[in-house]
């Protein structure tokens, strides 16, 4: 087993803020439905638009989907990057270094494109991030790591509790 630090990223509003991006294309994507906007709330998610407009089909649904990830990855100028969070990054051994993102796969390869990132992770781990233990347990295999090697870069507050009460090596991203 290694003694070196091990760094575990997230992607979506840690290494690149995309909150504002994922409602505009949310937004976008509702108005050409002929749907109101979604203001009320920090971050649009497919469940939030779902559980508002509560008559979509699985055909629409699919459809809102598809356009909205169609937007966001044509817009990706419209994300801001951690400036600080990609020095880091860039600072560490890509031997060294993941990315764990619940967010969807072809987007995820997008932002890493397009921020010139794609190679700076030995592995990505997609993942809802619902069973955290589970998670952590793949990482440290596939690093071959003990959990106190392990340094995460996070901003879901819950994901971030998890950590926490595991005693994890957890840097808050706000």
Aim: hydrophobic share 40%; proline share 2%.
């Amino acid at each position: 087993m290694t003694t070196e630090k091990r760094y575990v990223f997230d992607l979506d509003n840690t290494l690149i803020y995309t909150d504002s991006l994922n409602n505009d294309s949310y937004n976008y994507v509702l108005n050409l439905q002929g749907f109101p906007p979604i203001n009320d709330c920090k971050r649009i998610t497919r469940d939030i638009v779902f559980n508002k407009y509560t008559d979509l089909d699985i055909i629409r649904r699919k459809e809102i989907i598809e356009l909205k990830q169609e937007y966001f990855v044509n817009n990706l100028s419209n994300t801001t990057p951690n400036i600080s969070l990609l020095q880091v990054l860039e600072a560490q051994n890509v031997e060294f270094c993941m990315l764990w993102t619940s967010a969807e796969e072809t987007r995820v390869l997008a932002i890493l494109e397009y921020y010139n990132i794609s190679n700076a992770f030995k592995k990505i781990l997609f993942s809802n991030k619902a069973k955290v233990i589970k998670d952590i347990e793949k990482i440290c295999e596939f690093f071959e790591c003990d959990l106190e090697h392990l340094v995460f870069y996070e901003d879901n507050l819950r994901v971030i509790q998890d950590l926490q009460k595991l005693k994890l090596n957890v840097c808050p991203i706000h």
